[in-house]
Structure formats: C-alpha cells, structure tokens
C-alpha cells in the first residue's frame, strides 16, 4: 500500500497486521477462498465474520469456514479468533442494533431519515417501545434498502480502482473509489 504526504510517498514494507504482501492480493485471495459461503461470511482482509440466524446454524458455518480454510492450506490465528458473540467489534465499530449499522450505509440510500422515522421513535426515551406496523414496514423497507444496489454490489474487479488514503501515527484511512 502506498500513501502520499506533504512530504512525499511512503510504501510499507510490513503491513500494520503482519503482512508482508499488499492487502489487496490478501483480500482477493481470502474473497476467492469464501466465494461459495458469501451468503453467511464477510471478510475484510483478515477479519473473518460469520453470522447466522440461530446457534445451530452459526455451529455449521464456523464447521464450514474452518473447512474451507483447511482446504486451502489457509490457518486462523487462535488469540485473535472469538466464537458465538452476540455483539461484534468489526472495522472499529461495535454492531449492537440494526438501526446502529444501518447508519453507516444511510448516505447510499434516498430517503433514509424517512425511511427510519418510526424505528427511530421507537428509542425515544419519552417513547414506550411498542411495534406497531408502521415499524414493521420501515424495518422491511429498510432490510430491502440494504440487501439491493449500491449496498450490496460487489466490486468489478475487471476495472480500475482510484485508492485515496490518510496516514497519521495512529492509523491508516483508505477510501476505495
């Protein structure tokens, strides 16, 4: 990965996570490896999430990340693995709610604010939680939002990609474009 400054271009040597190849050959290898199970697994570079729908199921996709890492001669790091969290710290953010992480993609979106109105009333603290149908039809609304373009494409790895980045001695902010 490559940066630039106002004192000119700098190149690491060893990523901040250990690799010594860039992450974009890392984080096409690991989309390649997932590709069958992506109904159920995102990975960004080395974070593997797996989420399911009941414990049950969570214990048959963990069985089939482990595998398909097997396979392809790939191991996970056991002091960086966590099994069966209910919450999960990803990319810096802790996803607690539905709304919480549908936040982030609001600006994809026309009409979010609209759209979330009346689940955003729900969590008035002057407000009693009661779901009513017009909650039902914002959180439907708001799950077809997310699971459609732009949210969901993925990228064509055929074309260019304009990679932007911000380095400061704490970290590194990457923008792909």
Not at 2 to 17: A, K
Not at 136 to 159: M, N, R, V, Y
Request: hydrophobic share 45%.
């Amino acid at each position: 990965m490559v940066f630039r400054t106002h004192e000119g271009c700098y190149e690491f040597l060893v990523m901040p996570f250990g690799l010594t190849n860039t992450p974009s050959t890392f984080q096409a290898t690991m989309n390649e490896v997932f590709k069958s199970l992506r109904k159920f697994v995102l990975v960004f570079v080395d974070d593997i999430l797996i989420y399911s729908g009941s414990w049950q199921e969570h214990l048959n996709h963990v069985k089939l990340v482990l595998t398909r890492l097997r396979e392809c001669g790939l191991v996970a790091k056991a002091s960086k693995c966590v099994f069966g969290q209910e919450r999960v710290e990803y990319l810096g953010h802790l996803v607690r709610s539905f709304l919480g992480i549908a936040g982030y993609y609001r600006k994809f979106i026309k009409g979010f604010a609209s759209i979330v109105a009346p689940l955003s009333d729900l969590l008035l603290k002057e407000a009693s939680f009661t779901w009513t149908n017009t909650a039902q039809e914002a959180f439907e609304k708001l799950k077809q939002c997310l699971c459609t373009l732009p949210i969901l494409g993925l990228s064509d790895f055929t074309k260019g990609f304009v990679f932007k980045t911000d380095a400061s001695g704490v970290g590194i902010e990457a923008t792909l474009h």
